[in-house]
């Protein structure tokens, strides 16, 4: 199990180093949500 997770944030992280502009554009949505209150943690 744990090799499984490891494995998954290694695919996370080649993902976003691949893609960097992706993180970035993730991060930007969550905050507009959040500012908009619609974030499930508001």
Excluded at 25 to 35: D, V
């Amino acid at each position: 199990m744990i090799l499984a997770e490891l494995e998954d944030e290694r695919s996370w992280d080649q993902a976003f180093t691949r893609s960097p502009d992706m993180l970035a554009k993730l991060a930007t949505e969550a905050m507009a949500e959040y500012h908009a209150e619609r974030s499930p943690f508001f």
